[in-house]
């Protein structure tokens, strides 16, 4: 990794363009120390002109000011045009590109004042005008590539400027639905836990009226207790680590519109419904299952549904309608694998849904709560593929002793 290194506030680079600049315009003051008009005076002035172009970024308009007043003072001494006088276009440039507009503007003014006496003063058998001409011919090309280049260097500014407020919002915009969808997710788990709290209350009623009776079915309905209790209380733990989890922004992934209500929490069993749904709005979705499936934990089995759902969503906005999908559910002891693969093929949509949503966010927020991955991107066949591992709890029924918090 290169670093820029800096030097009086000024990467080291800049500085030395600067120096080498200014060094040319000392060189051809002092070059002609025995030759020129003026001869030590004017290589004196020559070289504070070049010491002034030091400046010219930092300081554009102090430093064309400065250079007027020295070619102010050649002119008055009739010393003509000499060659270190490349240092009064430098800063014609120099102020065109760095400073405001109107300071350009009058640079150019003084400039055209500065071409007229610089030709009144040369000797030669050409008429003063020819020579007026030639130095008006460069000076306004100098002041035009000066323009060109400081509206060029404006417009990357504003590109950047732009650049950087969108990456601001893309990101609040990505804190926000980690958010949203964090506040989702532990409704979601929190109704999981309170199903749960409701079974353990019926078995314990169970077990109090029937303890005498009927102490084989109390028995069994105290394990149903035990069962259900650890099984709310780790629901409600990673309920607690979605909450405390500092947020982190993710890119930003298409809106998606789930058919349930809000407080309403689906399951495995009507996948088949939710399969019809969007059969019915134009997707050709096979579905396979692989494995010996098992009971899931609600909070768990609502991950699973929640990731196919969103699958099957992001492909019917962007693959389109007409496009194929294919679902699958891998069982294995450790874990289950929920994979969705699109062909990408189908008819774009008329009225396209507004960006901005977080589709994938969403998912790798619930995969995340259950220690497990999701990995999405395009297919080498041009469609998009969704994999989410979730690894599956233990058996439950197993005495442990909790650990205290």
Request: glycine share 10%; charged share 20%; with cysteine.
């Amino acid at each position: 990794m290169t670093v820029d290194r800096v030097i009086f506030g000024r990467p080291l680079r800049s500085v030395a363009f600067d120096v080498a600049v200014s060094g040319l315009v000392a060189l051809l003051a002092v070059a002609g120390i025995v030759a020129q008009p003026g001869g030590g005076k004017a290589t004196t002035v020559g070289v504070l002109m070049a010491l002034v172009l030091l400046f010219r970024r930092t300081h554009p308009s102090a430093v064309a000011a400065g250079v007027a007043v020295l070619a102010l003072t050649q002119v008055i001494a009739g010393w003509g045009p000499l060659a270190y006088d490349l240092g009064v276009l430098i800063a014609l440039y120099s102020v065109v590109k760095y400073a405001r507009l109107r300071d350009g503007i009058a640079a150019g003014i003084g400039a055209a004042v500065g071409v007229v006496l610089a030709a009144l003063q040369v000797r030669g058998p050409t008429p003063w005008w020819a020579g007026a001409l030639w130095f008006g011919t460069v000076t306004v090309a100098v002041w035009l590539v000066g323009l060109n280049v400081r509206t060029r260097r404006l417009y990357v500014l504003s590109l950047e400027e732009r650049a950087a407020t969108l990456e601001r919002e893309r990101e609040a915009e990505a804190r926000a639905a980690v958010a949203e969808e964090r506040t989702r997710i532990a409704r979601e788990l929190h109704d999981v836990v309170a199903h749960s709290m409701a079974v353990m209350i019926v078995q314990a009623d169970g077990v109090r009226f029937t303890i005498d009776r009927d102490p084989d079915t109390a028995r069994e309905a105290a394990k149903v207790v035990a069962d259900t209790g650890r099984q709310a209380l780790e629901e409600m733990r990673r309920l607690v680590g979605v909450l405390r989890e500092p947020s982190r922004p993710e890119p930003a992934a298409p809106a998606v519109a789930t058919a349930e209500p809000v407080h309403r929490r689906p399951a495995l069993v009507e996948l088949p419904d939710l399969l019809d749904r969007f059969r019915a709005a134009g997707l050709t979705v096979a579905c396979a299952t692989t494995g010996e499936p098992t009971p899931l934990p609600p909070g768990l089995e609502l991950t699973v549904y929640r990731v196919m759902q969103e699958s099957l969503t992001n492909t019917l906005k962007h693959a389109g309608v007409g496009a194929s999908a294919e679902l699958s559910l891998d069982w294995s002891p450790a874990a289950v694998v929920v994979r969705a693969v699109d062909d990408g093929r189908g008819r774009p949509v008329v009225r396209p849904t507004p960006s901005g949503g977080h589709g994938l966010v969403g998912m790798r927020e619930r995969v995340g709560v259950y220690d497990g991955g999701l990995t999405a991107g395009p297919t080498p066949a041009g469609g998009w593929r969704v994999e989410a591992r979730l690894p599956l709890p233990s058996a439950p029924g197993t005495e442990e002793e909790e650990k205290p918090a």
